[in-house]
């Protein structure tokens, strides 16, 4: 039921960044449009930031993270939503997507590296270049998205893993 519920309140949040920027969009609407009170709003979210956040986060806990055809599939999906993502993106306020997706992807890889290396922390030179790589494809996943209309989602995965630390790469693509 919970599950129904956020999904019930994302898909009205959704609607309403159709018509408007994040900044301008407050949890009174939300819960409006949603036809809830509230405190059910903040049951299941702790701000607008954290709602938009899992949003990506349930679409983005569905990829592979180290599959070309999932990755790519991915980021077609934030394409054919490309005014909820615009806006998103664009938001420049205290939580914007792109630190939930940074802190996401990096958790993710280093999640992976351990599981594949039998270890339960990574060294600070792989943890760096993580974050580093997160930084770096998540800026690029925006600039494609916000600003390319010609290359296609699998080209630009490709390009991301082919752009990966030469450490990373070993340990990912053996």
Not at 3 to 16: D, F, G, P, S, V
Request: hydrophobic residues 40%.
């Amino acid at each position: 039921m919970a599950i129904r519920t956020k999904q019930w309140i994302a898909e009205n949040m959704k609607k309403l960044m159709l018509q408007k920027p994040l900044d301008k969009i407050r949890v009174t609407e939300i819960c409006r449009e949603a036809e809830i009170e509230r405190p059910t709003f903040y049951y299941h979210f702790k701000d607008k930031y954290d709602l938009v956040a899992w949003i990506f986060t349930r679409n983005a806990f569905e990829t592979d993270v180290l599959s070309v055809e999932s990755a790519a599939k991915s980021m077609n999906g934030m394409r054919q939503d490309y005014l909820f993502y615009k806006r998103a993106y664009e938001d420049n306020s205290q939580n914007p997507l792109w630190k939930y997706m940074v802190e996401y992807f990096v958790n993710r890889y280093t999640q992976e590296a351990m599981r594949i290396l039998g270890v339960q922390r990574l060294d600070t030179k792989l943890s760096y270049s993580i974050r580093l790589y997160c930084h770096g494809a998540v800026g690029m996943t925006r600039e494609w998205l916000l600003e390319d209309n010609i290359t296609p989602a699998e080209t630009i995965v490709e390009m991301m893993f082919f752009s990966m630390p030469e450490g990373l790469h070993k340990i990912f693509f053996r």
